[in-house]
């Protein structure tokens, strides 16, 4: 069974040190998504939005989140991403229902993963779609976030199946 490591010895919280760890490329892939009514989908997909493009906004804002995780996650460390990419694809949930499915990538050469990084991002941008919508509908219901997948470093590659 896998120990936590952000803990010392007498229980007390810490950051991890990565300084003998070996600087390696690493990259994650997260996973969220939002529902919504058919009125909020169709504000966004024809751009009727008053706040301005809901998807781009909300993308920038996904990108701002990854290089802030270590300034929202106490234990993360401050790295330096290469680079985050937001994609989007709709689904339709039933005949008034739809999620947006927004994937977030992050990328990095060095001593720590991007996992926080990636799912950081994902979230930021599923709560950014609800703070321009929801004067439309507050009923939208932000789902699931997960990792989909991490490469490099010590604990070797990980995909979720589906």
Same mark, same amino acid.
């Given at each position: @069974?896998?120990?936590?490591?952000?803990?010392?010895?007498?229980?007390?919280?810490?950051?991890?040190?990565?300084?003998?760890?070996?600087?390696?490329?690493?990259?994650?892939?997260?996973?969220?998504?939002?529902? @919504?009514?058919?009125?909020?989908?169709?504000?966004?997909?024809?751009?009727?939005?008053?706040?301005?493009?809901?998807?781009?906004?909300?993308?920038?804002?996904?990108? @701002?989140?990854?290089?802030?995780?270590?300034?929202?996650?106490? @234990?993360?460390?401050?790295?330096?991403?290469?680079?985050?990419?937001?994609?989007?694809?709709?689904?339709?949930?039933?005949?008034?229902?739809?999620?947006?499915?927004?994937?977030?990538?992050?990328?990095?050469?060095?001593?720590?993963? &991007?996992?926080?990084?990636?799912?950081?991002?994902?979230? &930021?941008?599923?709560?950014?779609?609800?703070?321009?919508?929801?004067?439309?509908?507050?009923?939208?219901?932000?789902?699931?976030?997960?990792?989909?997948?991490?490469?490099?470093?010590?604990?070797?590659?990980?995909?979720?199946?589906?």
């Amino acid at each position: @069974m896998a120990e936590f490591t952000h803990f010392d010895k007498d229980g007390r919280a810490r950051m991890v040190d990565i300084s003998d760890k070996a600087e390696t490329a690493r990259v994650a892939v997260a996973r969220s998504g939002i529902q @919504m009514t058919k009125e909020v989908y169709k504000n966004i997909t024809e751009q009727r939005n008053k706040k301005g493009d809901v998807l781009s906004v909300a993308e920038v804002a996904g990108i @701002m989140g990854a290089k802030q995780t270590a300034s929202l996650i106490p @234990m993360c460390h401050p790295i330096p991403i290469s680079g985050v990419s937001i994609s989007f694809e709709w689904k339709e949930a039933d005949i008034d229902r739809y999620e947006l499915v927004i994937i977030a990538k992050v990328k990095t050469v060095g001593s720590t993963g &991007v996992e926080m990084e990636a799912l950081t991002a994902a979230s &930021v941008t599923a709560l950014t779609v609800y703070d321009m919508c929801k004067a439309i509908d507050k009923g939208m219901i932000v789902s699931e976030t997960l990792l989909l997948e991490k490469s490099g470093g010590n604990s070797g590659d990980f995909s979720r199946s589906l």
